[in-house]
């Protein structure tokens, strides 16, 4: 089973600046199936991230992902007051069929 | 506009079963597959369980296995999980999510509905 490691489990920065979060695999993944989703408390995950470098409908284009094989990124260029959220990584595996998530980031305000 | 509303959650004793149910609007409810996912009380997501568009395709976690069973009934755009044997770790919210994908096979959760919470105590 593909694990998924993602790091800084905390990221504290302030307001217009950069976030860097990664996600890294166990094995190699297929960009296809890595998606990042952004949850605030008391929500629902909504997806921001799919195909590793695609934007969700609606996602603002401060949001951007990158990477293939074991190392992924997020990238949130400026942050938002409405940015501050926890972050997971999501992958799907088809040997066997199998989908996980990574432990999740943290991005609290500075 | 595209949703998914889950009912069916509360408090359980161990041991026990609970019936969730998740119903879709807004879109062809047959032509996606469908999955259910939790997050224990401060915890990340955890992946339990998908479906295909058919039903005829299903697989589960291995925390799950044998004791939860997912099934769909497309005539009424509804998504289930009957949860049997429950623990004290089955605690958590429970989301159903559509598995969508686009003309490039590109594929990823959206949207989620807004959970229900399934407490497993005595």
């Known amino acids: 089973e593909i694990v998924l490691t993602q790091s800084p489990g905390t990221l504290s920065l302030s307001p217009g600046e950069r976030a860097t979060l990664s996600c890294r695999a166990s094995?190699?993944?297929?960009?296809?199936?890595l998606a990042w989703y952004q949850q605030k408390p008391g929500q629902a995950p909504r997806l921001l991230i799919y195909g590793a470098s695609s934007r969700a409908t609606g996602i603002p284009d401060r949001f951007s992902g990158s990477g293939s094989g074991t190392d992924f990124t997020l990238t949130i260029s400026r942050l938002e007051p409405e940015d501050f959220a926890v972050y997971y990584c999501q992958q799907y595996g088809s040997s066997p069929p199998r989908l996980t998530f990574g432990g999740g980031t943290k991005v609290e305000i500075k | 506009q595209v949703q998914l509303v889950e009912s069916g959650g509360g408090l359980v004793k161990p041991g026990g079963s609970l019936r969730l149910s998740c119903a879709a609007s807004g879109f062809t409810f047959s032509d996606y597959y469908m999955s259910w996912i939790r997050q224990a009380p401060g915890k990340g997501l955890e992946w339990v369980s998908y479906?295909?568009?058919?039903?005829?395709?299903?697989y589960y976690a291995d925390s799950v296995k044998g004791r939860f069973t997912i099934s769909r009934d497309n005539a009424k755009n509804s998504l289930y999980l009957q949860m049997n044997s429950l623990r004290a770790e089955d605690t958590a919210v429970y989301y159903c999510?559509?598995?969508?994908?686009?003309?490039?096979?590109?594929?990823?959760?959206?949207?989620w509905g807004q959970g229900t919470l399934v407490t497993v105590s005595s």
């Open positions: 094995q190699s993944v297929s960009s296809s199936y």
């Open positions: 999510a559509r598995w969508d994908y686009d003309i490039l096979g590109n594929s990823a959760f959206d949207p």
């Open positions: 479906i295909s568009s058919s039903g005829s395709t299903i």
